[in-house]
């Protein structure tokens, strides 16, 4: 008998131990056939996950008999699910190929700011691009310029200069705005004189991306890139033609209106940008004090492009002119009396490209643009009238072959800053001529590790010569996790225009004594790792960065006790470290985005202070719902903890939320955005003057001054 009971559980055993199957794999790029490491496969009825070996293998055992499905998923490639019914026929590997999903693939966006044309994946240099939808969303919030679409990422803030005319500056990792350098297509045209209004000036309805790079990039593009640089891709001529219009209306009493226009046409392109922004003065504390100014601005900038067999050239001209005015509300309104400060600016910009291939893979680029920048600042009492002049020459050979980029060059750049004199005090003119040379490598060591050596000498006629290196490295663990670590000296020519004084009208403020002061000059770096996955049906992406930047002998302002301010170089330095991490998941037609931003940012002249107007905790949420060429849902939520102020006080700290709908046809689109419904204000919890509203004494803005703000609009996409 126990031999038969024996008998029974043996067959048992021998029947559930054939009912137990293995299944073997192998990944591939439907195209090449070459294996893909790192895919994820997923056994949807145990919800099991494995990920594929060096040879895009992968193995699962003990599978039951019966239908069983799995998801393959690999980050730039299309889904694919496959159902088997087991035990399978053949005992070999299963091949298992998946398409390329070129219209999520991000690797694929190319990135100019660095010079070298490479795609983001492949840059050493850590580089975030705001591009595609995710430029056209943020765009939907703020149709009439780009404070919103940069102060929305993270590790960059825009700082209020001004709290009755909206003045601002852009923050990087806590360093004031003078030190981050702003580019159109490569060309530095906004800084110095215009760097309070340029955000505000620039509508983004023909931006083809946003390039951002965080830490020190003087060495690409000179002096200024301290904190970073921002690049603004223009729109070119394709293949289609492009005709855009924006119409956009504010509860504040804003109006925008924008228009786009494209085409190549065989040798020859064409591109034309034409906008009108307006808005009237509001107020919605109730103080008697604009929030938004009143304001006028009209933008015109055609450009040419000739197209050779070997040669290419563009050419392009620029021209805005805006009227503004902030201040009591009844001064504004009905005249007479009372506190104003006015804005009145004209910007003309010309620029020229021209590259020629030299043979294969090499190129010579000459870059030439001129900037006229007329502004008068006017108070009770004040009034500050100059006229800056910049140009920018640069002349550069570019190499590619296939593990191998150069870029050589030399550029020269002329600014010049002329006063009309209005009073007695010495007039703030000066005329800065940089000449600079470069080089930069960027090497393919291997599959995985990608080195960039960079190079520039720069001598400023009044101030010296500096020397420029830097290094950043990439190292790609697996596919689903790549490691960049950078790092490079700065410097900034010394100029009266910084937040601060932006902040007094530059009242009082007297010329820049060039025996008595010198360039500031800075080291810094960073390190960042990227993963990207799927667990099952859902995307994950997480990018986490630590940076550190160190500014030696930062130009401050000092009082000559009769109320004068003076520039002076400071005995100490000013650093600024912290981290960044940014978290992406998508699952269907949802996207969620997380962002945290620490930033420790100090000045250590005679002791340790906290850099006033840097939030240490900042946290971004941003829920997007979307079905394409249908929907788009959008709910924000972003945090600022407390800030120190420059009195020495601190602010309190704050949310804010906002929520965006658009609903897409094939040629026009209809959208409303509720900016602020919180209506979070500094009015609302702090003062933001001090004194009498006609002779008002203003503090620290560090948050919103015009709260719950409802704007709607209509796209048209020919």
Same mark, same amino acid.
């Given at each position: 008998?126990?031999?038969?009971?024996?008998?029974?559980?043996?067959?048992?055993?021998?029947?559930?131990?054939?009912?137990?199957?293995?299944?073997?794999?192998v990944?591939?790029?439907?195209?090449?056939?070459?294996?893909?490491?790192?895919?994820s496969?997923t056994?949807?009825?145990?919800?099991?996950t494995?990920?594929?070996?060096?040879?895009?293998?992968?193995?699962?055992?003990?599978i039951?008999?019966? *239908?069983?499905?799995?998801?393959?998923?690999?980050?730039g490639?299309?889904?694919?699910?496959?159902?088997?019914?087991?035990?399978?026929?053949s005992?070999?590997p299963?091949?298992?190929?998946?398409e390329?999903?070129?219209?999520?693939?991000?690797?694929?966006i190319?990135?100019?700011a660095?010079r070298?044309?490479?795609?983001?994946?492949?840059?050493?240099?850590?580089?975030?691009?705001?591009?595609?939808?995710?430029?056209?969303?943020?765009? *939907?919030?703020?149709?009439?310029?780009i404070?919103?679409?940069?102060?929305?990422?993270t590790?960059?803030?825009?700082?209020?200069?001004?709290?009755?005319?909206?003045?601002?500056?852009?923050?990087?990792?806590?360093?004031?705005g003078?030190?981050?350098?702003?580019?159109?297509?490569?060309?530095p045209?906004y800084s110095?004189?215009?760097?309070?209004?340029?955000?505000?000036?620039?509508?983004?309805?023909?931006?083809?991306?946003?390039?951002?790079?965080k830490?020190?990039?003087?060495?690409l593009?000179?002096?200024?890139?301290?904190?970073?640089?921002?690049?603004?891709v223009?729109?070119t001529?394709?293949k289609?033609?492009?005709?855009?219009?924006?119409?956009?209306?504010?509860?504040?009493?804003?109006?925008?209106?924008?228009?786009?226009?494209?085409?190549?046409?065989g040798?020859?392109?064409?591109?034309?940008?034409?906008?009108?922004?307006?808005?009237?003065p509001?107020?919605?504390?109730?103080?008697?004090?604009?929030?938004?100014?009143?304001?006028?601005?009209?933008?015109?900038?055609p450009r040419?492009f000739?197209?050779g067999?070997?040669?290419?050239?563009?050419?392009?001209?620029?021209?805005?002119?805006e009227?503004?005015?902030?201040?009591?509300?009844?001064?504004?309104?009905?005249?007479g009396t009372?506190?104003?400060?006015?804005n009145?600016?004209?910007?003309?910009?010309?620029?020229l490209?021209?590259?020629?291939?030299?043979?294969?893979?090499?190129?010579?680029?000459l870059?030439?643009?001129?900037?006229?920048?007329?502004r008068s600042?006017?108070?009770?009492?004040?009034?500050f009238?100059?006229?800056?002049?910049?140009?920018?020459?640069e002349?550069?050979?570019?190499s590619q072959?296939?593990?191998?980029d150069?870029v050589?060059?030399?550029?020269?750049?002329?600014?010049k800053?002329?006063e009309t004199?209005r009073s007695?005090?010495?007039?703030?003119?000066?005329?800065?001529?940089?000449?600079?040379?470069?080089a930069?490598?960027?090497?393919?060591?291997?599959?995985k590790?990608?080195?960039?050596?960079?190079?520039?000498?720069?001598?400023?006629?009044?101030?010296?010569?500096?020397?420029?290196?830097?290094?950043?490295?990439?190292y790609?663990?697996?596919?689903?996790?790549?490691?960049?670590?950078?790092?490079?000296?700065?410097?900034?020519?010394?100029t009266?225009?910084t937040?601060e004084?932006?902040?007094?009208?530059?009242?009082y403020?007297?010329?820049?004594?060039?025996?008595?002061?010198?360039n500031?000059?800075?080291?810094?770096?960073?390190?960042?790792?990227?993963?990207?996955?799927?667990?099952?049906?859902?995307g994950?992406?997480?990018?986490?960065?630590?940076?550190?930047?160190?500014l030696?002998?930062?130009?401050v302002?000092?009082?000559?006790?009769?109320?004068?301010?003076?520039?002076? *170089?400071?005995?100490?330095?000013?650093d600024?470290?912290g981290?960044?991490?940014?978290?992406?998941?998508?699952?269907?037609?949802?996207?969620?985005?997380?962002?945290y931003?620490?930033?420790?940012?100090n000045?250590?002249?005679?002791?340790?202070?906290?850099?006033?107007?840097?939030?240490?905790?900042?946290?971004?949420?941003?829920?997007?719902?979307?079905?394409?060429?249908?929907?788009?849902?959008?709910?924000?939520?972003?945090?600022?903890?407390?800030q120190?102020?420059s009195?020495?006080?601190?602010g309190?700290?704050?949310?804010i939320?906002?929520?965006?709908?658009?609903?897409?046809?094939?040629?026009?689109?209809?959208?409303?955005?509720?900016e602020?419904?919180?209506?979070?204000?500094?009015?609302r919890?702090?003062?933001i003057?001090?004194?009498?509203?006609?002779?008002?004494?203003?503090?620290?803005?560090?948050?919103?001054?015009?709260?719950?703000?409802?704007?709607?609009?209509?796209?048209?996409?020919?």
């Open positions: 008998m126990k031999f038969f009971i024996s008998g029974i559980f043996l067959c048992c055993f021998v029947f559930a131990a054939r009912a137990q199957q293995t299944f073997v794999a990944i591939q790029d439907e195209e090449t056939g070459q294996p893909l490491e790192g895919a496969i056994w949807k009825e145990q919800n099991k494995v990920v594929t070996d060096a040879g895009g293998k992968i193995l699962f055992e003990n039951p008999d019966g *239908n069983n499905s799995f998801l393959i998923s690999y980050i490639y299309k889904r694919k699910t496959i159902k088997l019914h087991f035990p399978v026929s005992g070999m299963l091949i298992i190929t998946l390329h999903d070129h219209e999520q693939e991000a690797e694929e190319i990135v100019t660095t070298t044309s490479r795609t983001i994946a492949n840059l050493p240099t850590r580089t975030e691009v705001i591009s595609g939808e995710e430029l056209e969303e943020k765009a *939907n919030m703020k149709p009439g310029d404070r919103m679409l940069l102060n929305e990422s590790g960059i803030q825009t700082q209020q200069t001004s709290a009755t005319s909206f003045n601002a500056g852009i923050r990087i990792q806590g360093l004031d003078r030190y981050t350098q702003m580019l159109r297509d490569g060309y045209l110095g004189f215009s760097g309070s209004l340029s955000l505000l000036q620039i509508a983004p309805l023909d931006l083809k991306q946003v390039e951002v790079i830490g020190s990039a003087s060495t593009y000179g002096g200024g890139a301290i904190a970073g640089l921002v690049n603004l223009s729109k001529p394709g289609k033609r492009e005709l855009n219009f924006l119409a956009n209306g504010t509860s504040a009493g804003g109006l925008d209106i924008s228009g786009f226009y494209s085409q190549r046409y040798v020859l392109g064409l591109t034309l940008f034409g906008s009108r922004n307006s808005n009237r509001f107020d919605p504390a109730g103080i008697g004090l604009t929030a938004i100014p009143k304001f006028e601005r009209y933008t015109i900038n040419l000739i197209y067999k070997k040669t290419t050239m563009d050419m392009g001209i620029s021209y805005i002119t009227d503004r005015t902030g201040g009591d509300i009844n001064y504004i309104k009905n005249g009372g506190y104003f400060e006015q009145n600016t004209d910007r003309i910009t010309s620029q490209g021209i590259a020629h291939q030299l043979g294969k893979g090499a190129t010579i680029q870059k030439s643009s001129y900037s006229r920048f007329d600042v006017v108070i009770p009492g004040y009034k009238d100059a006229l800056q002049q910049t140009s920018f020459t002349l550069t050979w570019n072959s296939e593990n191998v150069w050589i060059g030399a550029n020269f750049v002329t600014d800053l002329g004199q007695s005090d010495p007039v703030r003119d000066y005329r800065y001529n940089t000449s600079g040379i470069f930069q490598n960027t090497w393919s060591v291997t599959d590790f990608t080195l960039e050596t960079g190079l520039r000498g720069d001598y400023v006629n009044e101030f010296g010569f500096e020397i420029l290196p830097r290094i950043s490295a990439m790609r663990i697996t596919p689903q996790v790549t490691t960049r670590l950078g790092g490079g000296y700065g410097y900034k020519a010394p009266i225009f937040e004084t932006e902040r007094r009208q530059f009242r403020i007297m010329p820049i004594d060039i025996n008595k002061t010198r500031e000059r800075s080291v810094g770096g960073n390190w960042d790792i990227n993963y990207r996955t799927h667990f099952g049906d859902v994950f992406s997480i990018n986490h960065m630590f940076f550190y930047t160190r030696n002998k930062p130009l302002l000092a009082n000559t006790g009769v109320n004068q301010w003076h520039f002076e *170089n400071a005995a100490g330095h000013i600024t470290r981290m960044e991490t940014n978290v992406k998941l998508t699952y269907d037609d949802f996207k969620l985005f997380i962002g931003t620490y930033t420790d940012a000045t250590h002249f005679d002791n340790k202070q906290w850099l006033p107007l840097t939030a240490r905790h900042r946290l971004n949420n941003v829920l997007m719902y979307e079905m394409e060429e249908k929907w788009k849902i959008g709910l924000e939520a972003y945090y600022y903890s407390r120190q102020l009195d020495g006080s601190y309190k700290s704050y949310w939320m906002g929520f965006m709908v658009e609903k897409l046809w094939e040629h026009f689109a209809l959208f409303v955005n509720f602020n419904f919180t209506d979070t204000r500094q009015t919890f702090d003062t003057y001090t004194g009498s509203i006609a002779d008002p004494v203003f503090r620290d803005i560090y948050a919103p001054v015009d709260g719950f703000v409802v704007n709607g609009g209509l796209k048209i996409k020919l």
